[in-house]
């Protein structure tokens, strides 16, 4: 696979001090644990977290099932909880591709879209490439698994960061698994739509997730967790995924696991 | 695995295939040796090509090289179709042009009957496999024989190919091995393929030398020196193409290019990213029928242009990128759907990601409209499109074009025909609750408190996974709840 791709070329912003967090519709219902510790990792880095309380959903859903009008709306009413010029972390990959890329379309005829869409990071790859955060590890040694949604992958270009901040921490053994790039089978109304084979597709994700023994995987995006941990819980499986940024906070802030 | 049922008269015999789309899928997932024979293949030819393109830099450019050679030539394509009518016929090679399958059909047919010819040898041709050329010149006492090892294990079978350039990949050496004592007199029982092939291909050898007619595909035609090309491996291309004493090819219109110069890097990419062969064992140029003073070729070559639904996808900018495809397979061969329900289960001729692309044009959207929707959006086949066909983006337009309202502007056959009235007022409905700040807060307000009346089987997705449960209290609720404490302190 090509990393020289010019889509994930971008510059990054120094250290700010003040960021927005979009939460994501999925984390707001039903996993608001990894929106509040995103918060609290990045108020652990020394900078204040802005969450607008008008946010609801990037579109996304509506955009995927060929319904542009509807998801434009939804769109729009975003974009406008967010004046202020300081980059928009994002706690999943898929969400910030739709915001980040296919906002540029769907908006094309709304002034200063561009310069919206270029505000809109990813949780990990900021991390990353923005704080360059240095991470200690106060958890017990374990081995874990990573997961990076398509999106963040091939969109966001981000499975590179969320490696590289497992890998900071000391008493982490990240684990490969077979067909790692390969889709789990969620793809939102996909998963609805076409059952039978977005079941067959998250059977051998957690297949080969089982296969390498861990007993947690890590992934940045909920729609796929809720997908993996969906047919983990169905299998009565004690194998679960949870969200970088609870895994990091609980790892590497001190006492924050205690 | 069952054969796509084929009547020869009905210009749609494929769309019936493809309505049947989500019947085909649950056959095809529940046959575990098909799986484990796709999985095994795909595998195969994901890692060939990534052996084949080890500087990733050398790919890009070369993608981005040919993705603009591609571009440009459908900038220009009226005019390279007619500058490559002029060359050819110059050449001495004869140009039909055809719109529908039916008239592509009827051409090659009376060209056979003008050279009073019975048998026909083919190279492997995807569009003669979307005009079904088989089936109409049987019903005209025209025997056809497949000469690709790959078609003629599925022509033995009764089936169509599964895979655009591996037409046989369904099955695997055991399979056709038993296909194989069923159909070859004298054969003898092995499962070493080298050994396997050879006695097919001892078969095929006699037929080459008793064929009338030849019938052949073409991976590029050249408008600058009029040419036809011709990728293959097998070296039954270039039997066909010069054994017998007529030869036809046909086409899709978009594979003319403009300069000779055009094909080496499409020749490197499209072998590369097919199979992961540095170059084919046999590349074919055919500029001419037989000279005076040759020792063999065709007295006459002619090539047919097929349309069949490109003018639309041409009709349309972004829909137009369609036309870029040099036919390779890269992307069905990393796509997860098509790896899990295999290529028979789309009911086209082109299966995978293309096939999903392409034939909504030629079979109309309301024969189709389950195949865009089939997709997790993943991005693995627009990832690896030597040409950078924007396949996940090309899949989105095509939903929006199902489900587009009825007096919408028209742009394809059969548009708004996957539009269901309570699925648009689900979404309606969806969007009014989402842009609305006070609303959503309201509505997930009560969600998070009745959210023990939630229903623990949702439909499709509680069939194989736990429904997911909704928090007490909302992100939104806790973050001002911390926001009201940290003041308080």
């Given amino acids: ?258 | 695995m069952s054969a796509v049922q084929v009547n020869p008269n009905d210009e749609s015999k494929y769309a019936a295939s493809a309505r049947a789309f989500r019947d085909n899928v649950t056959r095809d997932l529940a046959n575990d040796e098909l799986r484990s024979n796709f999985r095994g293949a795909m595998d195969y030819l994901m890692d060939k090509r990534k052996t084949a393109f080890n500087d990733a830099e050398e790919l890009e450019t070369l993608r981005e090289q040919c993705k603009l050679i591609k571009q440009r030539g459908l900038v220009k394509l009226p005019h390279l179709l007619e500058q490559l009518e002029e060359k050819l016929t110059a050449n001495g090679i004869q140009v039909h042009w055809a719109e529908t399958i039916t008239e592509a059909n009827e051409i090659i047919a009376q060209l056979i009957e003008s050279k009073n010819g019975k048998t026909v040898v083919k190279g492997k041709s995807m569009v003669s496999e979307e005009t079904a050329l088989n089936d109409h010149l049987e019903t005209q006492g025209i025997e056809c024989l497949e000469s690709d090892m790959g078609e003629y294990i599925v022509q033995l079978a009764k089936e169509h190919p599964s895979h655009i350039i591996m037409p046989a990949i369904h099955q695997n050496k055991k399979q056709v091995a038993d296909l194989f004592v069923k159909n070859i007199e004298g054969f003898e029982h092995t499962t070493d393929v080298d050994a396997l092939i050879q006695q097919g291909r001892n078969v095929l050898r006699d037929k080459f030398c008793q064929a009338d007619v030849g019938v052949s595909g073409v991976n590029f035609a050249v408008a600058e020196t009029g040419t036809l090309c011709l990728v293959e491996n097998e070296g039954n291309g270039r039997m066909c193409t010069t054994v017998p004493d007529l030869h036809i090819a046909i086409t899709g219109i978009e594979k003319v290019v403009e300069h000779l110069a055009d094909v080496p890097p499409l020749l490197s990419l499209l072998t590369r990213s097919a199979t992961g062969q540095a170059i084919s064992t046999y590349f074919n140029m055919i500029s001419h029928p037989r000279q005076p003073g040759e020792r063999d070729g065709p007295s006459e070559v002619h090539l047919v242009l097929l349309d069949n639904g490109r003018s639309q996808m041409y009709s349309d900018d972004e829909l137009r990128q369609t036309l870029q495809c040099i036919r390779c397979g890269a992307c069905m061969n990393h796509c997860p759907v098509y790896t899990r329900i295999g290529g028979h289960a789309y009911g086209t001729v082109y299966p995978g990601p293309i096939g999903k692309i392409v034939s909504p044009h030629m079979l109309g959207l309301e024969a189709t409209t389950n195949l865009p929707t089939a997709s997790s959006l993943c991005g693995a086949c627009g990832e690896v499109c030597p040409v950078k066909i924007p396949i996940p983006k090309l899949l989105l337009r095509l939903r929006q074009e199902s489900v587009k309202a009825p007096n919408a502007p028209q742009v394809m056959k059969g548009q708004g025909s996957g539009r269901k009235s309570s699925e648009a007022i689900i979404w309606s409905l969806w969007s009014i609750m989402h842009k609305s700040p006070l609303l959503y807060r309201v509505g997930m307000w009560f969600a998070t408190r009745l959210r023990y009346l939630m229903p623990s089987k949702i439909g499709a997705w509680t069939v194989a996974r736990s429904a997911p449960k909704l928090a007490p209290r909302t992100l939104h609720e806790r973050v001002k709840a911390r926001q009201q404490t940290a003041k308080g302190k």
Avoid at chain 1, 34 to 54: M, N, R, T
Avoid at chain 1, 104 to 132: A, Q, W
Wanted: charged share 20%.
């Fill in chain 1, 1 to 258: 696979m090509s990393q020289l791709n010019t889509l994930h070329l971008r510059a990054y912003p120094v250290k700010p001090t003040q960021v927005y967090l979009y939460g994501t519709c999925l984390a707001d219902s039903l996993f608001p644990n990894s929106g509040i510790d995103a918060i609290e990792f990045l108020e652990l880095q020394g900078i204040e977290v802005l969450y607008p309380q008008g946010q609801s959903c990037c579109g996304q859903p509506a955009y995927n099932s060929g319904y542009t009008d509807q998801a434009k709306a939804v769109a729009l009413a975003q974009i406008k909880h967010f004046p202020l010029d300081i980059p928009i972390i994002i706690i999943s990959g898929s969400c910030g591709g739709m915001m980040r890329h296919h906002y540029k379309d769907l908006l094309k005829d709304e002034p200063g879209i561009e310069k919206f869409c270029d505000r809109i990071f990813e949780f990990t790859e900021f991390l990353v490439n923005s704080l360059k955060v240095q991470l200690d590890d106060y958890g017990e040694p374990e081995r874990v698994a990573l997961h990076t949604s398509c999106a963040a992958r091939r969109e966001m270009g981000v499975h590179i960061t969320g490696r590289k901040l497992i890998e900071q921490l000391e008493n982490v053994q990240l684990i490969t698994h077979d067909y790692e790039s390969e889709c789990c089978g969620f793809g939102g109304t996909f998963s609805i739509k076409h059952g039978d084979i977005s079941n067959a597709m998250v059977g051998d994700k957690t297949k080969n997730l089982l296969d390498t023994g861990v007993v947690r995987y890590v992934s940045a995006d909920w729609g796929c967790m809720m997908n993996i941990n969906g047919s983990l819980e169905h299998q009565q499986k004690s194998l679960r995924g949870e969200h970088i940024a609870s895994y990091l906070l609980a790892r590497s802030a001190k006492g924050a696991n205690s």
